[in-house]
């Protein structure tokens, strides 16, 4: 890649004003531009990140896609939230951080060369880690959904939606001892959930036979938790029919595409509790990717077969048509600038 070097102190690494680089712009719906944009400087407690890459969310395809509330062009980079790079340039007052550390960044301008975001939301990557794509923010969120899950040896855990974070999510339950139902409605999830560790799987297609099925498997008891990791009505309403009763449900799908019933008879009757796992405190995001570095360090999670896609810059569009239509043999998007 090509971009400004490391260098010893913090104002010398930063650019000229007139220095541009390559990013994003979403300019209309499904249509993203590589642009010049100006390189941005780190301000007081802040880094800039030259990046190496940045994973494809899910939670993009909707303003990809174009729903009314979204406004046109977005901010050059913007919706990129997965990145990793070498910090090549650091604001005043910042010391735990130097040019030429590799970090994940929890930054929210990474479809583009280069982000900068506070120093307190860059996570040092060590030297082990120094080949390996890092889309911290996926990563991280994984981990945070997993505690928050309370999930305990012995216990029956159905994950309905294997995608990126269903897979890792499978890997850790079963790694906690727990029995896996992994459901899904692609064959090819289903392959990679029981590479992972999932016990079982059932695909996704009859929603009352699904719920015998584990019915059947469970004795009648139904499960202890249930992760829905999909976003979509038909798999929450599915994930509380799966939840047995003083069971745990866990939202971990992102429903970002209008408002959501839910069965609060059957909620209330069996008395389950409904986490929302999703965090919004940034400094708990950042607890989590340090969690997942630990956890690809000790070899507790490999999340590198699920990178299986990688695009560059220019070809954004490709990867969010790939990331809403999932083909066979899919199933994580990076992108390089």
């Known amino acids: 890649m090509s971009g400004a070097q490391p260098a010893a102190g913090p104002e010398a690494s930063v650019p000229s004003a007139a220095a541009t680089m390559r990013a994003?712009?979403?300019a209309a719906p499904r249509t993203f531009q590589v642009r010049e944009a100006p390189v941005p400087r780190p301000g007081p407690g802040e880094v800039r990140v030259h990046l190496a890459g940045t994973g494809v969310c899910a939670s993009n395809v909707t303003p990809w896609?174009?729903?009314?509330?979204?406004?046109?062009?977005?901010?050059?980079?913007?919706?990129?939230?997965?990145?990793w790079g070498v910090v090549d340039a650091v604001g005043e007052g910042v010391d735990a951080l130097a040019p030429g550390d590799r970090v994940a960044a929890l930054s929210y301008h990474a479809y583009a060369e280069y982000d900068v975001c506070p120093a307190s939301q860059c996570v040092l990557l060590p030297p082990e880690l120094a080949d390996v794509p890092f889309p911290g923010e996926p990563l991280g969120c994984a981990m945070n959904i997993f505690r928050r899950s309370g999930i305990h040896e012995g216990h029956t855990v159905a994950i309905v939606g294997i995608g990126f974070l269903g897979a890792l999510l499978t890997k850790l339950a079963?790694?906690?001892?727990?029995?896996?139902?992994?459901?899904?409605?692609?064959?090819?999830?289903?392959?990679?959930?029981?590479?992972?560790?999932?016990?079982?799987?059932?695909?996704?297609?009859?929603?009352?036979?699904?719920?015998?099925?584990?019915?059947?498997r469970t004795d009648g008891q139904l499960c202890e938790r249930v992760i829905e990791a999909v976003g979509k009505q038909r798999p929450l309403d599915l994930a509380g029919?799966?939840?047995?009763?003083?069971?745990?449900l866990i939202i971990a799908g992102y429903h970002q595409d209008g408002p959501r019933q839910v069965n609060m008879q059957l909620w209330n009757w069996r008395g389950i509790d409904?986490?929302?796992?999703?965090?919004?405190?940034?400094?708990?995001?950042?607890?989590?990717?340090?969690?997942?570095?630990?956890?690809v360090l000790n070899g507790r999670l490999d999340p590198s077969p699920l990178y299986t896609h990688t695009y560059p810059l220019d070809k954004l569009d490709e990867a969010l048509a790939a990331t809403r239509d999932r083909p066979d043999g899919?199933?994580?998007?990076?992108?390089?600038p």
């Open 274 to 295: 409904v986490v929302n796992a999703h965090e919004r405190d940034p400094q708990v995001y950042v607890d989590g990717i340090r969690a997942a570095v630990d956890a």
């Open 330 to 336: 899919f199933f994580k998007a990076l992108v390089t």
């Open 65 to 83: 896609e174009g729903p009314p509330w979204m406004t046109f062009p977005t901010e050059p980079g913007g919706m990129g939230h997965e990145g």
């Open 174 to 216: 079963k790694d906690a001892g727990a029995r896996v139902v992994a459901i899904s409605r692609r064959r090819y999830s289903l392959e990679v959930a029981r590479r992972m560790g999932a016990d079982e799987t059932i695909a996704m297609d009859d929603h009352k036979a699904i719920i015998e099925q584990v019915k059947e």
């Open 241 to 248: 029919e799966l939840t047995r009763e003083r069971g745990r």
């Open 24 to 26: 994003a712009v979403l």
